[in-house]
Nanobody, 118 residues
Framework: VQLQASGGGSVQAGGSLSLSCVAS????????MGWYRQAPGRQRELVAT???????DYADFVADRMRISRDRVANSVYLRMDNLKPEDTAVYFC?????????????WGSGTLVTVSS
């Protein structure tokens, strides 16, 4: 499975960005797709995930500022980010999880940089 993310960039605080990620290859079995981020000097952390059934999970820091969505036909996942803050600056990684493999297998995109200036 290959993941190609796009949509990162630079915005001022309070601005908005939308990220997109397309999965290709052997995508059968992918049940969960989502976004993680990693800021300089920090560990990678969950931003949001969504399952095939539409169940979503958000990190506490999202606080209704971000919305994840999924297009199963297009094997794509999106992240709409509003009211961005400087602390949202990070490399954002697309993730896909195959829950049919034993153990479950995670796939990662190369990341897209989001920079929020104050």
């Amino acid at each position: 499975v290959q993941l190609q993310a796009s949509g990162g960039g630079s915005v001022q605080a309070g601005g908005s960005l939308s990220l997109s990620c397309v999965a290709s290859g052997k995508t059968f079995g992918i049940n969960v797709m989502g976004w993680y981020r990693q800021a300089p000097g920090r560990q990678r952390e969950l931003v949001a995930t969504t399952t095939n059934e539409g169940v979503t999970d958000y990190a506490d820091f999202v606080a209704d500022r971000m919305r994840i969505s999924r297009d199963r036909v297009a094997n794509s996942v999106y992240l709409r980010m509003d009211n961005l803050k400087p602390e949202d600056t990070a490399v954002y990684f697309c993730n896909a999880r195959n829950v049919l493999s034993a153990p479950p297998t995670d796939y990662w995109g190369s990341g897209t940089l989001v920079t929020v200036s104050s």
